[in-house]
């Protein structure tokens, strides 16, 4: 059994920055894929980006390309997604995800291939 735990939500203006953490623990984080999720009001849970249990692949949704970073630190069991030039679209309640890896290469972007979630963190941004 793996449990996550999000910390970092909190409400920022349109341009600002949020770093979030997502902290592991039971079995051991070596050998897990991560991924981060978020779900607004009214609308589907839905991939944001995901990371490979040895950290060197990653994968971004088009609408958080270039403004959104996934990191690892496999030492401290955390996975990270900092958040720059938010927009008010990014609103939602954000979620990690984690399930074990097919290879140390592997990533996974739809919500069904993951086992283990976190209670989720409000991002809210505000116009």
């Known amino acids: 059994q793996v449990q996550l735990v999000e910390s970092g939500g909190g409400l920022v203006q349109a341009g600002g920055s949020l770093r979030l953490s997502c902290a592991a623990s039971?079995?051991?984080?070596?050998?897990?894929?991560m991924g981060w999720f978020r779900q607004a009001p009214g609308k589907e849970r839905e991939f944001v980006a995901a990371?490979?249990?040895?950290?060197?692949?990653?994968y971004y949704a088009d609408s958080v390309k270039g403004r959104f970073t996934i990191s690892r630190d496999n030492a401290k069991n955390t996975v990270y997604l900092q958040m720059n030039s938010l927009k008010p679209e990014d609103t939602a309640v954000y979620y990690c995800a984690t399930n074990r890896a097919l290879s140390g290469s592997a990533y996974y972007t739809r919500s069904g291939e993951y086992a283990y979630w976190g209670q989720g963190t409000q991002v809210t941004v505000s116009s």
């Open positions: 039971g079995r051991t984080f070596g050998g897990y894929a």
């Open positions: 990371i490979s249990w040895s950290g060197g692949n990653t």
